[in-house]
């Protein structure tokens, strides 16, 4: 857990990772119907796990874990 900080969506990280979601999803909702299930469901998919693996290291018992996840959504 991150020293001073009592819950995730406190940390930057997690809030500019959410403003990317949500510039995705504007930019994506412009593709063509087509790429529903293909770039478009990639591109979403990808932009969420961002704050997502920031929310799950969060949550894990020590700080090595916390960086693992912080690795893994980079």
Do not use: C, T
């Not at 020293?3 to 403003?19: C, H, P, R, S, T």
């Not at 997502?52 to 980079?74: D, M, P, T």
């Amino acid at each position: 857990m991150a020293k001073g900080v009592d819950n995730f969506k406190d940390l930057k990280i997690w809030q500019v990772a959410i403003e990317l979601v949500k510039k995705v999803y504007l930019a994506s909702s412009d593709l063509p119907k087509e790429e529903m299930y293909g770039l478009k469901s990639q591109m979403r998919s990808s932009a969420i796990s961002i704050p997502s693996n920031v929310a799950e290291g969060f949550r894990r018992q020590h700080n090595n874990e916390f960086k693992q996840f912080l690795y893994i959504s980079r």
